[in-house]
Structure formats: structure tokens, C-alpha cells
T-cell receptor, first 113, second 110 residues
Framework: DGGITQSPKYLFRKEGQNVTLSCEQNLNHDAMYWYRQDPGQGLRLIYYSQIVNDFQKGDIAEGYSVSREKKESFPLTVTSAQKNPTAFYLC????????????FGQGTRLTVV | RKEVEQDPGPFNVPEGATVAFNCTYS??????FFWYRQDCRKEPKLLMS???SGNEDGRFTAQLNRASQYISLLIRDSKLSDSATYLCVVNQGGSYIPTFGRGTSLIVHP
């Protein structure tokens, strides 16, 4: 079955550590996105990539980094520079065909301990 | 002004009620529009796309008003299982970057 896989589902990080969240898709979508969701809030765009080896900052990119070396993969690193990293992180992909419907992974819930 | 705005609610309605949500968007060049449903602590899932001519899927009807830059979602005969957060999504211009509203919470009670 085609879809998006995020791992891990839950992640605990000590202050000062970098952590990397995995996102893999087999939908053959060119575009991939990372969003952050805080309790009671909507989704805010962190980074997006519309083609391999290219990515752009979203609205809240500070303290995060990404790479897009393969079409299928778009990992997100939460660095120690991100002062409030505890949140629900969602990865999505889309293609212009069909108007750009976004497909989501199951999310990673990151907690700083 | 936020790009996509929704009333966060909550909308608290009895079973069988009809409820409507609106969403406004600021970018007149927006190309495509969707409603997603998100259950607590889960990922958003597509409920329906919104077409210029409007579309209906069972108890759900979505409409687009380009002149006034808003989309709507109507739910008829509400069920307990409809309780969730409903997210309005607008794809911006030629880049198709999905931009989300903060969501509207619906609670359907017996």
C-alpha cells in the first residue's frame, strides 16, 4: 500500500540534544512538507521541498533543518537551537495532479525531558 | 491578517443537528481547497475537496465562494462519530503549498 511513514511515533529528547525525525513516502510525490502542531493550534509549516535536492523555509524554520537527497525521504532535524521543541510533528506529501491533496504520516510526538 | 481563518469553536450540537463551518482565505490566487478531519492526537485525513460548483458526499456538503473568498462545510444529521476538529486547507497559487486554518472543533452529544 502506498503511503507516508513517520518514525518514531514518540520521541523523548534531553535539552541540548539534536534529534532527527524520519519521513518516507512511496507515493511518488515530488512535494514534501513538515508541519508542527501545538495543542489547540493549527498546523504551521516548518520546511517544504518541491523537488529533490531543493527545499525552502516555511513560517517557523528557526531551530530546524532538513535534507532532500532522495525523492522518497525528507528527514527533519530538531536542533538544540529550537527553544520549545515539544510538539506534534507531521510530515505530508502532495502532487499537483488532483489539485495538491496532502497525504499525512501518522506523526511524531516529541517531548523534551 | 492570517492567510486562512476559521472559528475555533467548539460547536456543541445534539445528534441529528445540522451544523455549518466557514473558512475565509486571504490569497485571491489560491487554486485548490479542502476540508480535513483530525481526531485527537491523530494525523489529519482528507474529508473532501471543494470545487467551484460545490460538492456533496452523503451528509457532507462543501461550497466555495471565490468572490467573497470563503469555503463552507455543512454537516447534516450529525452523528456522535462526527466529533472531531475540521481543518480548512487552501493551496496557495502555483506552488500548491497547503496552508491550514487552526481548525474548528465539533462536539456532537447524545
Amino acid at each position: 500500500d502506498g503511503g507516508i511513514t513517520q518514525s518514531p511515533k514518540y520521541l523523548f529528547r534531553k535539552e541540548g540534544q539534536n534529534v532527527t525525525l524520519s519521513c518516507e513516502q512511496n507515493l511518488n510525490h515530488d512535494a514534501m512538507y513538515w508541519y508542527r502542531q501545538d495543542p489547540g493550534q493549527g498546523l504551521r509549516l516548518i520546511y517544504y521541498s518541491q523537488i529533490v535536492n531543493d527545499f525552502q523555509k516555511g513560517d517557523i524554520a528557526e531551530g530546524y533543518s532538513v535534507s532532500r537527497e532522495k525523492k522518497e525521504s525528507f528527514p527533519l532535524t530538531v536542533t538544540s537551537a529550537q527553544k520549545n521543541p515539544t510538539a506534534f510533528y507531521l510530515c505530508a506529501s502532495s502532487t499537483p495532479a488532483g489539485g495538491g491533496e496532502a497525504f499525512f504520516g501518522q506523526g511524531t510526538r516529541l517531548t523534551v525531558v | 491578517r492570517k492567510e486562512v481563518e476559521q472559528d475555533p469553536g467548539p460547536f456543541n450540537v445534539p445528534e441529528g443537528a445540522t451544523v455549518a463551518f466557514n473558512c475565509t482565505y486571504s490569497n485571491s490566487a489560491s487554486q485548490s481547497f479542502f476540508w480535513y478531519r483530525q481526531d485527537c492526537r491523530k494525523e489529519p485525513k482528507l474529508l473532501m475537496s471543494v470545487y467551484s460548483s460545490g460538492n456533496e458526499d452523503g451528509r457532507f456538503t462543501a461550497q466555495l465562494n471565490r468572490a467573497s473568498q470563503y469555503i463552507s462545510l455543512l454537516i447534516r444529521d450529525s452523528k456522535l462519530s462526527d466529533s472531531a476538529t475540521y481543518l480548512c486547507v487552501v493551496n496557495q497559487g502555483g506552488s500548491y503549498i497547503p496552508t491550514f486554518g487552526r481548525g474548528t472543533s465539533l462536539i456532537v452529544h447524545p
